[in-house]
């Protein structure tokens, strides 16, 4: 019987070694990843108040400034991002969604670069009602957040 306690207390090591080895490497597989790879969420206050540097890769999000839409030349865009505390102008060079419009919940992917964020994609709401959680999170501890039914919701 002791040889039979002694192969499953092996047994059992081995899968132990095995299991933190995989650990290892998963967490050695995430130190050696780009910066890039990790993309934060900012609303506009936070990006007005700790500037992130111009080669940092990010996302904000927020609502479309009442009167901010400009169509530029071709398919640029210009248009300003709030979440009732700051406004943050934002240049995008594409096709917006069908359902961006002032007054709505966006979230951008970009860089902020000379007081401007520079958005290489915008995703908006999918419909009426929908909103990112980030940016209801972001709304309400603003206050300024208004829940679908119009009732204002703080925190």
């Known amino acids: 019987m002791s040889g039979l306690k002694s192969l499953k207390k092996r047994r059992r090591v081995q899968i132990i070694a095995l299991s ?28 007005v108040a700790a500037p992130p540097p111009p080669n940092e890769l990010f996302r904000i999000g927020g609502l479309v400034a009442e009167g901010s839409i400009e169509r530029g030349v071709g398919e640029e865009v210009r248009f300003s991002v709030t979440d009732g505390g700051a406004v943050v102008p934002v240049t995008f060079e594409g096709i917006l969604p069908d359902l961006f419009a002032e007054g709505q919940g966006m979230v ?17 709401k999918h419909d009426e009602t929908y909103m990112p959680q980030e940016v209801i999170d972001a709304l309400k501890e603003q206050g300024t957040y208004v829940a679908p039914d119009g009732e204002v919701v703080t925190n």
Do not use: H, K, M, N
Request: proline share 4%.
């Open 108 to 124: 951008g992917q970009g860089r902020y670069v000379d007081g401007t964020f520079q958005a290489v994609e915008i995703l908006a």
């Open 20 to 47: 933190g080895a995989c650990v290892a490497a998963v967490l050695a597989i995430l130190w050696f990843l780009p910066d890039e790879s990790f993309q934060f969420f900012r609303s506009p206050s936070e990006v």
